[in-house]
């Protein structure tokens, strides 16, 4: 049996147009890039987790569902500032239940997701378009600090570049790809201009095309800072002055160049400036499938788009205090859930060195560095292929999908079941709250004081 328009849970474009084919106990799968294929091999792998397990004698053991949400349960009870660092890779569902989890302990809640894109957001305002959109309109794409060529593979297929669209009716021929970065990547080549600026120089070269706009010229300096000479600034605000639809599509390489989210804040400015000549918006490749929910979610239930501090009863936002690297840099936290990322691998050294010492809750599909250090690790389900739910897109456009596959647990049929049933064991009350945590360190007396758990 073929299952058709399945969502791949793999990136933001969250491609809804896969088909699938179980053969042989092996999922074959259609429409589907490299990275989008190795997600759907992970549900079979052989690494996967396949039942909860708990660190004791320095290594991971298994322990039966009820005992991991114990103990999992009463570390977060028992802590005094729990954070729940909520991934990207499952479903708003999930995340709003871990948002509540968050809530009813007075915990920090925060993501993995690129909160300087949401803080530009927050300050400029943003001039936004669907994919649908933009395959339809835009005849001039603007690839700023990014690579979709190979990040995002379908972007360019399916919306950007190549697919033809109502009034671009001949496809690529129809459109006009300007690429900025400081690499030579495919999607520099693959485009019309490569302005090749200098690396950290991204915040000067729109503050010099805002100069321009303005009808001045930029000081000569700008050359030899952004390594592009002002005649090809001219050139590239020629070509955005006089299309019908342009669109910026912004990556990490700007939003994490300094300046951060001041460069997308003064990038949508420019966007809002550029709409006095011309139809032009702007938007985020998304590297990760849901990195778009946990903003939404957190905004819509709270009113603040990520590091949500519960501390007093109420929700509290303030980046740089109440998120993730700065907890963990202070040591202002003192156990710690992590549900569908890999933390260990996007923080500094100092701190994966804290959050090593202090009690982790994982819930992941398969062995990563944050499992490594964890002391409880509870076995996730797949998104889109085995549980239903919610994705934001990369243009903030909601997608629900339907699975087609069933989990392959008995005691969760999902990662939010699995939080609900956490939320649940937390409500119950903290019975031996103090004790398992301060014992747990002691890893050789764990399963004696852990009967009935193991
Ligand atoms: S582009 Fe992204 S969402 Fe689409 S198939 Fe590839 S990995 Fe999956």
Redesign the pocket.
């Known amino acids: 049996m073929i299952h058709k328009n399945i969502v791949?849970p793999?990136?933001g474009?969250?491609?809804d147009d896969i088909q699938v084919e179980i053969k042989g106990g092996k999922i074959e799968a259609k429409n589907?890039?490299k990275?989008?294929i190795s997600r759907f091999n992970e549900v079979t792998s052989p690494q996967r987790f396949k039942q909860p397990l708990l660190k004791f004698g320095g290594k991971l053991r298994p322990v039966s569902w009820d005992g991991a949400l114990q103990i999992a349960a009463d570390i977060l009870s028992s802590a005094k500032r729990p954070l729940i660092s909520i991934g990207s890779e499952t479903s708003c569902e999930a995340h709003e239940v871990g948002l509540m989890i968050g809530e009813y302990l007075g915990a920090i809640v925060d993501t993995t997701g690129n909160g300087a894109t949401v803080m530009g957001t927050q300050e400029a305002g943003k001039v936004g378009a669907t994919e649908g959109q933009k395959k339809n309109r835009a005849d001039l794409l603007v690839y700023w600090g990014t690579n979709p060529l190979e990040s995002?593979?379908?972007?360019m297929s399916r919306y950007g570049v190549f697919p033809r669209g109502y009034w671009t009716k001949r496809g690529r021929f129809d459109r006009t790809i300007i690429t900025v970065d400081p690499r030579k990547t495919l999607t520099a080549k693959a485009s019309d201009l490569h302005v090749q600026l200098k690396p950290d120089s991204d915040y000067e070269l729109i503050s010099a095309l805002l100069t321009l706009l303005h009808g001045k010229t930029p000081h000569h300096s700008v050359e030899e800072i952004t390594g592009v000479p002002i005649s090809v600034m001219e050139e590239m605000l020629g070509i955005m002055k006089n299309c019908n639809f342009g669109t910026i599509s912004v990556g990490v390489g700007l939003s994490s160049s300094p300046g951060k989210y001041r460069n997308i804040e003064i990038a949508m400015n420019f966007v809002k400036e550029l709409n006095n000549y011309s139809k032009f918006t702007i938007g985020v490749i998304r590297s990760r499938?849901n990195a778009a929910g946990f903003s939404q979610v957190a905004s819509y239930m709270y009113g603040y788009p990520f590091g949500l501090d519960f501390m007093r009863g109420y929700p509290r936002y303030n980046p740089g205090e109440f998120t993730t690297v700065d907890l963990l840099r202070e040591k202002d936290v003192d156990a710690a859930f992590v549900m569908c990322s890999d933390l260990l691998s996007q923080i500094p050294p100092d701190c994966a060195a804290y959050l090593s010492e202090i009690p982790l809750i994982c819930l992941d599909t398969i062995p990563c560095p944050t499992t490594s250090i964890s002391d409880i690790v509870l076995p996730g389900v797949v998104d889109s292929i085995e549980c239903e739910g919610t994705f934001y897109r990369l243009d903030d456009v909601p997608i629900y999908f339907e699975p087609f596959l069933d989990s392959p647990f008995k005691f969760t049929q999902s990662n939010e079941d699995t939080l609900k049933q956490l939320f649940e064991k937390i409500k119950e009350g903290k019975t031996q709250t103090g004790f398992l945590q301060s014992a747990f360190k002691q890893e050789e007396s764990m399963p004696a004081i852990l009967p009935g758990v193991l």
């Open positions: 791949c793999v990136c474009a969250a491609c589907v890039c990275m989008g995002m593979p379908r972007q499938c």
